[in-house]
């Protein structure tokens, strides 16, 4: 019975080691995956402010080119 048990708990000793050894790649693919995130929101952000810039200066040089007492100047 006691060799019995040490086995077992040299099993148990293994499962342990290999569940936590899982337990770091997870969680080393959270802080991967969070790192990501926080990289992708901060693009977003660029990108709406770029998206706001070249709406400004659309509507800007639509109101120049509707001002302009030439509108067919461009032809």
């Keep these: 019975m006691r060799e019995r048990d040490l086995s077992l ?3 148990l000793k293994d499962n342990i080691a290999q569940l936590n050894q899982e337990i770091a790649v997870r ?3 959270e802080a ?3 790192e990501t995130f926080g990289q992708l929101k901060i693009e ?5 402010e770029t998206q706001i810039q070249l709406e400004q200066q659309s509507s800007f ?3 120049f080119l509707d001002a302009s007492p030439r509108p ?4």
């Design 44 to 48: 977003i952000k660029e990108r709406e």
């Design 27 to 29: 969680e080393k693919a």
């Design 9 to 11: 708990n040299v099993q």
């Design 61 to 63: 040089l639509r109101s």
């Design 72 to 75: 067919g100047f461009l032809s």
């Design 32 to 34: 991967e995956l969070q």
